[in-house]
């Protein structure tokens, strides 16, 4: 606010604004009026994301045949309370895994969640022997998970095709590789099985405004699983 108190250029003419004692006070009367109050008690208010407590282990796909190979099937989440997925803070989460039998495969031993992601994926190495193992994940301050990992030898009889989205629950980010999405030749049984040829598979997803997968494909020869992004 500027008030010009003396306008006076000798002419006799008054140009600006003669300020006196009731105008000032008329004034700031206005002015004080214009002004919200300050409150003598004013809250805070601290906005945060949701924080993770607490890890999960998804191993998709949970049936992996025993061919002396890696497999990228074991992924690690970070969630909170209620099971949703929360994303690492800026020193990333540093995951330590073990698998109890050594016989069927190892799984790498380390990992890291890193900053503003969820969750991470991991290979274990079968051996050429059928069986099980029991695979557990630890990190300090969000405890420890495990899960059953089951080796069996591939049929050679593929009947029918799984699918695994892995993790289940995922940030919606809008990102490419919000999860993995593996899909695993079968035997009727339930058995991984190999591809007796080159298989192109399509893929859809049944809300594509929520996500998509890419449109189709190929399972090489000889191979039990392809993956894909969502």
Not at 1 to 16: A, Q, W
Not at 155 to 180: I, R
Not at 189 to 210: F, M, N, Y
């Amino acid at each position: 606010l500027t008030v010009h108190t003396n306008g006076d250029d000798g002419s006799g003419s008054n140009h600006g604004t003669r300020l006196n004692q009731e105008k000032l006070d008329s004034i700031l009367i206005w002015c004080s009026e214009d002004t919200p109050p300050i409150p003598q008690n004013p809250a805070t208010l601290t906005t945060r994301g949701i924080a993770p407590t607490k890890l999960a282990l998804y191993l998709g796909p949970p049936r992996i045949p025993a061919t002396s190979s890696n497999y990228y099937c074991v992924f690690v989440q970070l969630q909170d309370d209620d099971g949703n997925p929360a994303c690492a803070a800026a020193s990333g989460v540093g995951l330590s895994l073990t698998s109890d039998n050594a016989t069927v495969g190892t799984v790498y031993p380390s990992a890291t969640i890193s900053k503003g992601v969820s969750y991470v994926v991991t290979y274990f190495t079968t051996k050429g022997v059928a069986g099980t193992t029991s695979i557990t994940v630890s990190a300090s301050g969000y405890g420890s998970r495990s899960a059953t990992l089951t080796v069996m030898l591939p049929s050679e009889t593929p009947e029918k095709l799984a699918v695994y989205a892995t993790p289940p629950l995922v940030v919606a980010n809008g990102k490419s590789s919000s999860s993995h999405i593996t899909v695993q030749l079968q035997d009727a049984s339930g058995r991984p099985a190999k591809a007796r040829s080159r298989t192109a598979i399509d893929l859809t997803s049944s809300k594509p405004s929520v996500g998509t997968v890419p449109v189709r494909v190929t399972l090489s020869i000889g191979y039990t699983i392809v993956q894909a992004t969502f």
